[in-house]
């Protein structure tokens, strides 16, 4: 239980072995709980593409389970996991870095909002860099009827193979359009969402116990993620289309273009609902699982200050 949870072995702050920690909390925190919530990205990828496939969440589940059982519930589950415990190293390992690079080194005088999106918004980039392959080969796997490929190491084969290494990138730009945002929005108004709940509660971080404070994360994550999942919908929904109907030898650029002249502004907030309450529990659950391995390790919560 996080009410017991011990400082084991002192750690620097901002010492390789702090940044290093940051990281692996970041693999901890993002892997398992992106494949957690597969089943939500299984029907909001697939509507997203054929908004008829389904007449309902609910019904979609019942749907999928009655015809491929449990693994077709979680079907794509494996490019999940690899890809955002990748994404994960990069954006909590990362933001750690240039947050204290931004804000202790090079501007010392901004404000910390400004060096928050900054921050983030140089960790998601680089972090997307490794989650695009592994997003590629699962929104085909999930938009494709019938799948595209069977699991992660045949549908990244057949990429490869039809279209090279660039084919498993070819979806980088929307990427970055919805995630750098959501990264940017995720931070920055988390770290302003827990000062403003220690400020609602009257007493400095410091006063509250581990288990306490960690809660604070859970409610700051959960309340930053609803502002993630708005923020970056629509870029979302372009990355489900694009992985799924760009052409070959079509830019990204003239496929957004058809794209959107098909689906219209209205398509680009298909599936919003589903989204709203997979990414504010999803991120509610990354702040509380990150935090309370920094306090694991004796490092103090992130925000509040």
Known sequence: MASTLKPQKKIELFSGTYFGACTLGGIIACGPTHTAVTPLDLVKC??????????????????????????????????TFVGYSFQGAGKYGAYEVFKYAYGEKLFPNAPKTVVYLGASATAEAIADLFLCPFEAIKVRMQT?????????????????????????YKGLYPLWARQIPYTMVKFASFEAVVVQIYKTLGKPKESFSTIQQTGVSFLGGYIAGIGCAVVSHPADVMVSKLNADRQPGETAGKAISRIYGKIGFAGLWNGLPVRVLMIGTLTGFQWLIYDSFKVYLGLPTTGGH
């Open 46 to 79: 697939r509507r997203q593409v054929d908004p008829s496939i389904y007449k309902s969440n609910i019904g979609a589940w019942r749907s999928i389970a009655a015809k491929e059982g449990l693994r077709g519930v979680f079907f794509g589950w494996a490019p």
């Open 144 to 168: 494709t009827l019938p799948p595209f490929a069977p699991n992660l190491r045949q549908g990244w084969s057949k990429i490869v193979s039809k279209e090279g290494y660039a084919g498993l």
